[in-house]
């Protein structure tokens, strides 16, 4: 998947910090904290996960796609990456 151990690095980086703030708002609703603190924490993790979207998509692009391209396969890539953001809706 990963064409170079920096980008995976960077991958599993984010990954973590979006897990570490997932583990603080379940500690926070255990705890009955506010609301408002907990729903600032779960936008922490919604932002996390989105800077993994961007290490992942960008890998996805400049390797992927570029190889199906270059295999004459353009139609699959572009099916999987609509694929991806038809989800998202």
């Keep these: ?13 984010r990954l973590k910090i979006a897990r570490g703030h997932l583990e603080k708002v379940i500690k926070m609703v255990e705890d009955d904290v506010y609301c408002i603190d907990v729903l600032i ?4 993790v919604r932002s996390a996960l989105e800077k993994v ?10 390797c992927c796609v570029v190889d199906h391209i270059k295999q004459g396969r353009s139609k699959q890539a572009v099916t999987e990456i609509m694929k991806v953001f038809s989800k998202s809706k």
């Design 1 to 13: 998947m990963f064409h170079t151990k920096t980008k995976k690095d960077n991958a599993l980086h």
């Design 41 to 44: 924490q779960t936008k922490a």
């Design 53 to 62: 979207d961007e290490v992942l998509l960008e890998e996805h692009l400049s």
